[in-house]
């Protein structure tokens, strides 16, 4: 069982920066892919980057790419999210998850191959 909180999240106005953080329960924690999604009011919740068990491999959704830094620390079991240059269309709450599946060779993107999720933390970018 991982247990996931995330933190950071806020009010910024557009061009303004965040740093989300995800803390992980587990000692297997670097052993996982894990990924950031997020989910506006009346959308479906969508795939914004992930990063692979041994950090060197990362993958961006088109929408947040050179704008947002997805980072681990395995020995503090946490995942970080830099936002940069952030839009009025990045507001969302913002979701950390984990694939189980260990060292995994693939980067998984789609919502349904992660199997742990935290609670979420509110992003909100005024215009």
């Known amino acids: 069982q991982v247990q996931l909180v995330e933190s950071g999240g806020g009010l910024v106005q557009a061009g303004g920066s965040l740093r989300l953080s995800c803390a992980a329960s587990?000692?297997?924690?670097?052993?996982?892919?894990l990924g950031w999604f997020r989910q506006a009011p009346g959308k479906e919740r969508e795939f914004v980057a992930a990063?692979?068990?041994?950090?060197?491999?990362?993958y961006y959704a088109d929408s947040v790419k050179g704008r947002f830094t997805i980072s681990r620390d395995n020995a503090k079991n946490t995942v970080y999210l830099q936002m940069n240059s952030l839009k009025p269309e990045d507001t969302a709450v913002y979701y950390c998850?984990?694939?189980?599946?260990?060292?995994?060779?693939?980067?998984?993107?789609?919502?349904?191959?992660?199997?742990?999720w935290g609670q979420g933390t509110q992003v909100t970018v005024s215009s």
């Open positions: 587990g000692r297997t924690f670097s052993r996982y892919t």
């Open positions: 990063i692979k068990w041994s950090g060197s491999n990362t």
């Open positions: 998850a984990v694939d189980s599946t260990i060292w995994a060779s693939t980067i998984a993107t789609i919502l349904s191959e992660y199997d742990y």
